[in-house]
């Protein structure tokens, strides 16, 4: 296959690119970095059960064109995410909704009937703790934005999320990208990280969804991250906590939450019967330094002003690169620098001009 288009880094927004290009007919060299495709989405079996290697990933959407185009490679599960809270040792359910405030205040209250008094006694029970673990600031020096994501419900339902389409695949998220990649105009190298060669070199487009920063050797200074440390336990019993993920709000436990991975697959119960023991993983949340993995980025005044920088390094090594047929198109998580949900990077992805 003689290769016309380059795809670096196989998470969702770039196997999703790769797959509308092959389809269009370009052959496509997909390469990645790590070992294997995926991105944060990538999951290893253990004893029949599939762990998230980098924290619980939930597919959520409200958007048909990405629930379609998903749902042509796997089937989804019925697995509806809902989120408990550790605080002090006693269990409460996310988010902030008629339920918790039943459990914390301990009589029938709607969100819009709470005072001052009672807004601020939930926002340091259930925020101001997991959210200076997680951001490793306080709660006020985060964007509000980012607190915003946590619903808040003026119904007894727990759900966490609001979209009508959620699911974990059947067939597992591996298998997700696996069939994505699966096309006679594409093929992939893994151990493969892209290394940007001058402008007059690159004579094909390539689509990057690695950090923007690393593209140009980090040349004007690191974007700031958060990262993340999994610990990851097999335990002996059938069940460690009834849950998915139990988040925990106080700031005196080191981690931010525990997810326990059988519980992402309900259909398969039957099989979780049978004593196999569980597995579960511990996330904690630190400040990112060089050679660490990417995971949330820190949106502020200094780093978009640096995201800008990388983003005109971008126009210029296109104009020069245009004469000789090369040009970059940098997108995802990493390359826009974004908190992006799963459903979004692929609807970025799905709008990327081809
Ligand atoms: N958050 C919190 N307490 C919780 C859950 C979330 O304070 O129990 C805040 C925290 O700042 C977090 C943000 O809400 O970063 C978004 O939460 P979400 O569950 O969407 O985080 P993600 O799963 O994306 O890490």
């Known amino acids: 296959m003689l290769v016309d288009t380059i795809v670096a880094g196989a998470g969702l927004w770039g196997c999703t690119v790769a797959r509308r290009l092959a389809e269009a007919g370009r052959h496509v060299l997909v390469l990645e970095k790590r070992k294997a495709v995926g991105g944060n989405c990538r999951c290893r079996t253990e004893k029949g059960i599939e762990v ?65 008094v009672d807004r601020t006694a939930l926002f340091d029970a259930f925020i101001r703790g997991y959210t200076s673990k997680q951001w490793g600031v306080s709660p006020e020096d985060v964007d ?7 619903k808040v419900r003026d119904t007894f339902s727990t759900d966490y999320f609001d979209d009508p389409h959620q699911g974990i695949p059947a067939e597992g998220y591996n ?15 893994c151990n493969a ?34 990262t993340l440390r999994f610990e990851t336990e ?15 709000s106080d700031a005196s436990v080191p981690y931010t939450r525990i997810h326990e991975f059988r519980h992402y697959h309900p259909e398969k119960a039957g099989a979780f019967a049978k004593p196999q023991g569980t597995i579960i993983t511990r996330e904690y949340s630190s400040a990112w330094k060089p050679g660490d993995e990417q995971y949330y980025p820190i949106d502020n005044a200094a780093s978009r002003e640096l995201l800008a920088k990388y983003r005109q390094l971008v126009d210029s090594f296109n104009a020069e690169a245009a004469s000789s047929g090369g040009k ?19 609807a970025a992805a799905l709008a990327v001009e081809i």
């Not at 958007?63 to 509806?80: A, G, L, P």
């Not at 934005?145 to 946590?150: E, H, K, Q």
């Not at 007059?200 to 700031?224: A, E, M, N």
């Not at 069940?239 to 925990?248: C, H, I, K, L, M």
């Open 234 to 248: 097999h335990l002996p019993r059938r069940d460690f906590q009834g849950a998915t993920v139990v988040n925990y």
């Open 328 to 346: 970059l198109i940098v997108g995802g998580r990493l390359g826009e620098y974004r908190y992006y949900d799963m459903d979004k990077s692929i």
């Open 52 to 116: 998230h290697l980098y924290g619980s990933h939930i597919f959520h959407t409200s958007n048909e064109e990405v629930w379609k185009f998903v749902n042509r490679f796997v089937s989804f599960n019925d697995y509806r995410h809902s989120v408990l809270a550790n605080r002090r040792g006693k269990i409460y359910h996310l988010p902030i909704g008629c339920t918790l405030l039943k459990e914390f205040f301990g009589r029938a209250l709607k969100p819009s009937e709470l005072t001052e």
């Open 175 to 189: 298998e997700l990208f696996r069939r994505m990649l699966d096309h006679p105009n594409i093929r992939v190298k």
């Open 144 to 150: 509000p934005s980012v607190i915003a994501r946590l």
């Open 193 to 226: 990280p892209f290394v940007l060669q001058s402008a007059k070199s690159l004579t094909c487009p390539v689509y990057y969804s690695g950090p923007i920063d690393q593209l140009f050797g980090s040349r004007l200074g690191h974007l700031p991250w958060r």
